[in-house]
């Protein structure tokens, strides 16, 4: 691949699995995988190596780097419920009747680090958290901040409430019976108001619902964008306080802040940041007497002061910073973190020293202890991301749900966009427009629509629920597509049904969208036989690549309607014909096509079918005991695209 930074090359097996990445810079990243498609070893620029070992059912139970070890265990519904790493630190998992993560705690030795137990709603809504952190002050830097942690620590011990309007949106966050925010939200989703902590502080947006405007005791801060939607300017009672400009690809270039600091950012071609320059303290700032534009400071003809350089998992759309490599110019110190992943950040090295990540049911890092040793940096957010510890960007990069902070953007870097989370929002437009049918997805700033402590967006993209501790693991997903092309690669030939399901497919697809084809087989005498017939003419007309699947059981509307434990799993499907006696086929293509479904190959031989909206979850699960008289809109959906291994059509009623 050839980028504006050189040259990238990437090796792939027969499979298509990638087993190679060299980038521009000569680092090389080398991949080893199993039979299944499940990934085995990476092995970083410096030699070192991450090895996986997983069960019979393909479940990850040991990650081994540089001779330290995590252990995984299980329960029988497959759910992680326990991880054991150096220095006797683990974490424990529980869950209710539902599969929704009802505890987290993080033990070293006997003593509880950090403990935190969750309630839920109906709807699977979060509405309290009891926290318990560990105020042992020992092992916490010797600064003047340390002070302001222990303190924090013994507020953050404590009972949250969580309250919630119609549309699951946060709207009460409670310390015991004490409010200490309050949030308030307009007809197109924009956050109208807050009051936090007394303080109250009021939004305003364009017709574009852009935020152009917040008010308060203490601030009075204007917002302009450029032509693309992008936040480009900050102004504090007429100052301003933040720039911002953005590359052709709509990404963020260069980021100005009223300290005097300026960071360039470069990418590749993939959208992957590869890095920054920091330059600092020589520049005025704007104003009559200081710059007109952020690109005044010409920084071609600079020295930057910092520079930061990345080592990338190019496999993986997010969690993929593998190496740091991080030059102090003036002080010619140039040092190296590297970081090993399984579902978020377990470890980091540093010369020689290696540290241990516990992170929240967020992914967010809540504290980083000093392997063999008492050093420990502590870490807190309030419920949109804001560091309430004051500690982001010490000693490591990650924070709110493994996001890399920015102290001169004042961002989180999502991937596809910037975070900020002062506002709650982003500071550009959804990549991925919404749906006019989902009124709250249409608003092209919002972080997960109101939700910060049920969803997480990674991406930048896409929000989804958080604290999915069972089967699927991100270390897993190394390119889906790999993982789905091993599974493939091992099915059994395509048998007669087989080719029912392609015909039949084919035709959904590519003639009505489908919806209108199960509504034909549903009401067309002889259906069987129409099945067939309609589909040995079409099985030569079907679309390429596309991917069948198989999902057990007779295809009427309780089977497919999930389950409470299928919250964070969906639906399963299978890659290859199942040995089952009886079971329903359709395709990948023809679920996403929907529009309100999406399936997703998230591990061998293993496809998640969820809602688009993940809060439509809990509902589509709420009706499977009524789903035979009363089937929910996705079952009928998913059965008008379905058919049954005889050939026949599912048996649900479609309006």
């Not at 979850?617 to 079952?635: D, F, G, Q």
Request: with cysteine; proline share 4%.
């Amino acid at each position: 691949m050839l980028t504006a930074l050189g040259v990238i090359r990437i090796e792939n097996d027969k499979l298509g699995r990638t087993t190679k990445v060299i980038d521009y810079d000569g680092k090389e990243v080398r991949y080893e995988y199993g039979k299944e498609g499940e990934r085995l070893r990476i092995v970083y620029p410096d030699g070192k190596s991450v090895d996986y070992g997983y069960d019979e059912n393909l479940r990850l139970v040991n990650l081994i780097s540089g001779g330290k070890e995590i252990r995984y265990s299980y329960d029988e519904e497959g759910r992680l419920i326990r991880k054991d790493m150096p220095d006797d630190i683990s974490s424990l998992y529980g869950y209710d009747e539902r599969g929704l993560l009802s505890s987290l705690c993080y033990t070293k030795g006997n003593k509880k680090i950090e403990e935190y137990l969750y309630g839920y709603d109906l709807l699977g809504n979060k509405t309290n958290t009891v926290r318990e952190r560990d105020v042992n002050s020992s092992g916490i830097k010797e600064d003047k901040n340390k002070e302001k942690i222990i303190h924090k620590l013994w507020e953050d011990s404590s009972v949250f409430n969580y309250e919630y309007d119609s549309l699951s949106r946060l709207i009460s966050v409670k310390r015991r019976e004490k409010e200490v925010c309050r949030y308030a939200y307009d007809v197109f989703g924009n956050r109208s108001k807050m009051k936090k902590d007394g303080i109250e502080v009021s939004y305003t947006y364009d017709a574009l619902d852009r935020l152009v405007k917040t008010s308060g005791l203490y601030e009075n801060k204007t917002y302009e964008y450029d032509k693309r939607g992008n936040l480009i300017g900050v102004m504090n009672r007429g100052k301003k306080i933040k720039a911002y400009e953005y590359g052709a690809s709509g990404r963020l270039s260069l980021s100005y802040s009223n300290s005097g600091n300026v960071r360039s950012y470069g990418y590749d071609g993939m959208g992957n940041r590869i890095g920054f320059r920091e330059y600092g303290g020589g520049y005025k700032g704007f104003g009559e007497n200081g710059l007109k534009s952020i690109g005044e400071f010409n920084l071609p003809g600079s020295s930057p002061v910092y520079e930061e350089r990345y080592v990338l998992d190019r496999t993986k759309p997010y969690n993929n910073m593998l190496q740091r490599n991080m030059v102090e110019r003036g002080k010619n110190k140039d040092h190296v973190q590297s970081y090993v992943w399984d579902f978020n950040a377990v470890f980091m090295e540093e010369e020689e020293k290696a540290y241990t990540y516990l992170n929240d049911e967020l992914g967010s890092p809540v504290r980083l202890f000093e392997q063999d040793g008492e050093n420990q940096t502590i870490y807190g957010y309030d419920e949109f991301g804001n560091d309430t510890y004051g500690t982001q960007e010490q000693v490591q990069p990650f924070g709110y749900t493994g996001y890399r902070y920015d102290n001169v953007a004042n961002t989180y870097f999502a991937q596809a966009r910037e975070y900020i989370p002062s506002v709650g929002r982003f500071g550009g437009e959804d990549w991925i427009k919404g749906n006019i049918e989902k009124p709250f997805s249409l608003n092209q700033y919002g972080y997960c629509w109101g939700n910060p402590i049920g969803l997480v967006d990674r991406d930048g993209k896409t929000p989804e629920m958080a604290s999915n501790y069972s089967q699927v693991f991100d270390i897993l997903k190394t390119g889906t597509e790999m993982a789905g092309a091993a599974a493939l690669a091992d099915s059994p030939a395509p048998g007669p049904m087989d080719l029912v399901a392609l015909g039949i497919l084919g035709i959904t697809l590519v003639v009505s969208g489908g919806v209108a084809v199960g509504k034909y087989i549903n009401s067309m005498a002889k259906e069987k036989e129409k099945a067939r017939v309609i589909a040995l003419e079409q099985v030569t007309t079907k679309r390429p690549n596309e991917t069948v699947i198989y999902r057990r059981g007779n295809g009427n509307a309780t089977n497919l309607t999930p389950r409470p434990r299928d919250l964070h799993t969906g639906l399963y499907y299978e890659l290859k014909v199942p040995a089952a006696t009886e079971y329903t086929i359709t395709t990948i293509e023809a679920i996403n096509a929907t529009g309100v479904l999406t399936a997703v190959i998230d591990k061998p031989n293993h496809v998640s079918v969820r809602p688009v909206n993940p809060l439509e979850m809990m509902e589509w699960i709420n009706s499977r005991p009524t789903a035979k008289e009363n089937p929910y809109y996705l079952t009928k959906i998913l059965a008008s695209i379905s058919i049954r291994d005889n050939g026949g059509p599912c048996n649900v009623k479609i309006d």
